[in-house]
């Protein structure tokens, strides 16, 4: 495997979507809402997958000296446990990648002000804090609720602030379906790895729900995605055409059917299935905002 191989293993790219989707929701609610600025929307984007990336190499490594990536593991191959890489150079790879997106933050800043740098900082200590540090609430059952709140409200809210200096309730109520859409994620690969994690002493969620309670969790956060847009529309009367999402409820059908009856390796499948999900539901929310906006 050469060097380019090793360093898009350890940034993992196939989490990205996860971390675009947010981005490209609040910068929609924006322009529904004639505040759309594109720039200032790009850079956010940049900002956000630096630092998905971050969060992933700082998993790789944490997770290494931890000891919790036994051989039996079933997710993708991490690149320091593996020998790909050593401990060292994910270290500097992460400060860099954290760096760069500081750099841009501070561009956000000079737009947006100070708020920015709270969201930001918030959201490196997040990262860092999921597998590292004297408390990795990752370990402790707590990640699910990190996750929903840093991928949802603040992710999206943050996104339109920074275009148009307000907080809307439309924009916290975009938020919602993409925070339980991308706990949906994070959900499918804890119940992959109950069983590892278990015997390592990492408490997820998912190993104090057991496989059943796992399983509802996944199916409560699809549900409550769904739902939510038709509390949008009655509410806030927000365009009739943010139910072009419902158009993904087939694949969400189908991988609640790959959740509810596989278990280990296979679900990887459906690991994937629902960061596209995440992904296309934010996209087809988007652009019936956008068609709200045009119509």
């Known amino acids: 495997m050469n060097s380019t191989s090793k360093w898009l293993l350890a940034s993992r790219p196939k989490t990205l979507p996860a971390a675009a989707a947010p981005v490209i929701v609040g910068s929609a609610v924006a322009y529904w809402q004639h505040s759309f600025v594109w720039f200032p929307a790009l850079v956010t984007l940049m900002t956000a997958l630096l630092l998905q990336v971050g969060a992933n190499l700082a998993n790789d490594v944490f997770d290494y000296h931890r000891g919790v990536d036994v051989p039996?593991?079933?997710?993708?191959?991490?690149?320091?446990?593996?020998?790909?890489?050593?401990?060292?150079?994910?270290?500097?790879?992460?400060?860099?990648?954290?760096?760069?997106?500081s750099i841009l933050g501070i561009y956000l800043l000079t737009f947006a002000g100070w708020p920015i740098v709270v969201i930001g900082l918030s959201a490196i200590v997040a990262a860092l804090a999921y597998t590292g540090g004297p408390f990795p609430y990752g370990y402790y059952g707590l990640g699910d609720l990190f996750v929903f709140l840093f991928f949802g409200p603040v992710a999206v809210v943050g996104t339109y602030?920074?275009?148009?200096t307000t907080v809307s309730a439309e924009s916290l109520w975009s938020s919602i379906p993409v925070g339980f859409l991308t706990v949906a994620i994070l959900v499918?690969?804890?119940?992959?790895?109950?069983?590892?994690?278990?015997?390592?002493?990492?408490?997820?969620l998912a190993v104090r729900l057991g496989v059943d309670g796992t399983?509802?969790?996944?199916?409560?956060?699809?549900?409550?995605?769904?739902?939510?847009?038709?509390?949008?529309?009655?509410?806030?009367?927000?365009?009739?055409?943010?139910f072009l999402a419902y158009a993904t409820i087939p694949l969400a059908y189908k991988l609640v059917k790959m959740v509810f009856t596989q278990v280990g390796r296979p679900l990887n499948l459906a690991l994937a299935g629902t960061g596209q999900l995440d992904l296309l539901f934010g996209l087809l929310y988007s652009a019936g905002l956008v068609l709200g906006h045009l119509l």
């Open 215 to 242: 399983r509802i969790e996944y199916l409560v956060c699809l549900v409550l995605a769904y739902l939510s847009l038709i509390g949008m529309w009655v509410l806030l009367q927000m365009p009739i055409w943010i």
């Open 188 to 204: 499918v690969n804890n119940l992959r790895d109950i069983r590892t994690d278990g015997a390592t002493g990492k408490r997820t």
């Open 72 to 101: 039996e593991r079933l997710g993708p191959l991490r690149v320091t446990t593996a020998g790909l890489l050593t401990p060292r150079h994910v270290v500097i790879a992460m400060v860099v990648v954290f760096g760069a997106a």
């Open 161 to 164: 602030y920074i275009q148009t």
